[in-house]
């Protein structure tokens, strides 16, 4: 379909002729320039007109494409919820529409719920599909749409390259049917979850976090203009915790992110409101979340400044903690393969069982699985070092929500004792060593920068150096190839699905390339037993990316 088609359609296409008229002719082309696919994250791309952008055609083809695939099922069942980015709504509404007319039932959240909440509510409904509206902690013109399956889990690589092929088939996107939204809840095909259901999702978090030790702790929390407020505060109020104050500009729902310049809690700046308020009331634990509150970020007065943790360090926490509370059958804890290995360390030390799997919460939620019916192995947490965590699997992604009560939970023990989770990580690199991290994210625009992506994967596959400033490479790993290769020659397969990622191991560490499979960026991970970490991770990125 060409330009012209899209513009003489774009009346029907929730883009305004203003928004698209004022767009330069360069971010025009753009949108034009390729197709937005359903890939193995879904689909996440700008809003706009055009078939690399995201609006109301698209969203009906993935629509349509989720209809075809449950065709032949009985009473087949689809849960929706949207976050508070532009058109989430609509977009949800939208996918009823067509699933309705294609004699699919719907569950549709009537306001806004997390990435979490909406997991939940698929397994609790007993769906075939859950659709997440979201673009997680993109910037403000993003959107995107998640898929999960019946586990509560997204969709793994078989079932989404199945769904994907559905997608994919429908070419005729102008003139696919629907029920208008209205008629669709008439009908009673579609229906608003029910509050009840909603609540059912705060009980069990409040049922494995029953209460919070009464301290004199001090918390601000910031949802980044997403969703975890009401929520967060409200199950902070019924677990007695009345020492939260909220960045109030921060916690009104704004797909515009007017307060950030990133709604991501793995950033620094986001909390620069968190912090001058933090200051203000002698704060002890600064919290936020990203929009769709599936990740996590926090900040901790530890001898008087705010020391921010990365995703590896509240990883290690939130595993020895773990640990320390748990009894009977073995634990087992799942970390993905750019995840620090301190975490099996510790797991290791303590009888734990360490499973590792690819980069995407949906094979850590592929694991929790496999363990359902395993009598003698009980999950305690899956975590990856992008600041995403589940402690209890009643959801199968990452749930900030019930990370939130449970560090407050850790923080006021140790403020009782005079200890802040600054002190409890630095006994935790006393007993089992100093591993620190370095993440490095280059965006490469443009035809041009895909293919400086795949020179430098291509370059590091083909032709893995034997030293890398000043530390011999001991074994790479190949996880496209999915060959283990050592130094003395010898080489293994690796038993995991094939992934566009290169590890590089060293003695006291490793350096990994991730390409983004939805995004023109390279990810370089940088984790070394350091002193200076911040130098020796900069002299690498500048070897790969400068050199």
Partial sequence: MDRKQWEDNIEGSFITAEAYDALSEEEKEDAYRGTLSFGTAGIRGKIGLGPNRLNRYNVEKVALGLAHALEGKEEPLVVIGYDT???????????????????????????????????????????????????????????????????????????????SEKINAIEDIFNIDSTPFDEALDSGKAQYIEAEMEESYRKRITAFIPEIPSSDLKVVFSSLHGTSVPIVPEMLDTLGFSSCTLVEDQCKPDG??????????????????????????????????????DRIGLQVLHEGEYIHLNGNQLGVLLLDHRLKKHEGSTP????????????????????????????????IGEQIK??????EHQFILGYEES?????????????????????????????????????????????????????????????????????????????????????????TEDFKTQERSYSDGNTE??????????????EDGWIALRPSGTEPKIKLYVSLDSEDIEAEAKSINEMIFEG
Avoid: C, W
Avoid at 99 to 106: K, Q
Avoid at 117 to 128: C, I, K, N, P, T
Avoid at 370 to 375: A, G, I, S, V
């Fill in 85 to 163: 980015r532009h058109f989430s709504p609509e977009f949800a509404e939208t996918m009823t529409s067509v699933l309705v007319n294609n004699d699919v039932s719907v569950r549709l959240s009537e306001r806004y719920i997390s990435t979490p909440e909406l997991s939940f509510h698929v397994r609790e409904h007993g769906a075939d599909f859950g659709v997440m509206i979201t673009a997680s902690h993109n910037p403000p013109e993003y959107n995107g749409i998640k898929v999960y399956g019946p586990d509560g889990a997204q969709l793994i690589d078989a079932p989404a390259a199945e769904l």
């Fill in 256 to 293: 515009d992110f007017p307060s950030i310049k990133s709604p991501n809690p793995e950033s620094v700046e986001a909390f620069e409101e968190s912090r001058k308020l933090g200051t203000d009331i002698g704060a002890d634990v600064l919290i936020a979340t990203d929009p769709d509150a």
């Fill in 332 to 363: 087992v804890v799942i970390k993905s393969i750019v995840t620090s290995d301190l975490g099996r360390k510790i797991a290791e030390d303590r009888g734990a069982q360490m499973i590792e799997v690819l980069t995407g919460f949906k094979y």
């Fill in 370 to 375: 496999n363990l359902e019916d395993d009598q």
């Fill in 387 to 475: 600041y995403g965590y589940l402690l209890e699997p009643f959801v199968r992604d990452k749930d900030a929500i019930q990370i939130v009560p449970y560090i407050i939970s850790m923080a006021s023990e140790l403020k009782n004792d005079g200890k802040t989770l600054v002190d409890a990580l630095e006994a935790i690199y006393e007993k089992y060593g100093r591993r620190m991290e370095v993440l490095y994210s280059h965006t490469f625009e443009g035809a041009s920068g895909k293919e400086k992506i795949e020179d430098i994967m291509t370059g590091f596959r083909n032709d893995t150096p034997d030293e890398i400033e000043g530390r011999k490479v001991i074994m």
């Fill in 493 to 506: 397969s690796i038993d995991l699905p094939e992934a566009n990622v290169i590890k590089i191991h060293f």
